[in-house]
């Protein structure tokens, strides 16, 4: 019988063993920030509409972006049972809310609305501060990833069940 799905397969092997607890701290985060981000993902777009003038399409695809990324980062970083492609996939978007965070950040520095990176709950706004606790959640998530042996993951046979 053919299998439709791919077979899961166990995550690539650890470099480093407190890998794990680095995993299970930045996968916390990421969960924390998309509760935080979908309570009220209104505001959110609203709030990232005034940091993005003009465009309030490229607001809806970040929003959209960001949060979607806080979710699907979390599996690689909990060396869940994934597919090949799975693993490859999870693991870069772990990357890519604090890149986007950290972006705008940068883009918000000096503008008197927030940025909305903890929601309606505690308004952020672009600073030094921010941009530099954006840097260090990207380069521990970065660290992170190498840590749990992400740069061993097998790229020829991605597609292989």
């Not at 949060?67 to 870069?92: C, D, K, N, Q, Y």
Request: glycine content about 8%; overall charge positive; some cysteine.
């Amino acid at each position: 019988m053919n299998h439709i799905f791919p077979k899961p397969v166990a995550p690539p092997k650890l470099v480093k063993s407190y890998g794990v607890a680095l995993g299970r701290v930045f996968a916390c985060i990421s969960a924390l920030f998309a509760v935080i981000h979908l309570f009220r993902i209104d505001m959110l777009l609203a709030t990232i509409q005034d940091i993005l003038p003009n465009a309030s399409h490229l607001a809806l695809i970040a929003v959209l972006w960001i949060v979607i990324t806080e979710v699907f980062g979390i599996p690689f970083l909990l060396r869940m049972r994934l597919s090949r492609l799975a693993h490859m996939l999870s693991g870069f978007v772990a990357l890519v809310a604090p890149l986007a965070w950290l972006l705008l950040s940068i883009w918000a520095y000096g503008l008197p609305q927030p940025t909305g990176q903890l929601g309606s709950l505690v308004p952020t706004y672009g600073s030094v501060w921010l941009v530099v606790i954006n840097g260090i959640w990207l380069g521990g998530v970065f660290f992170t990833l190498w840590t749990l042996g992400y740069n061993n993951l097998k790229t020829k046979d991605l597609l292989k069940q």
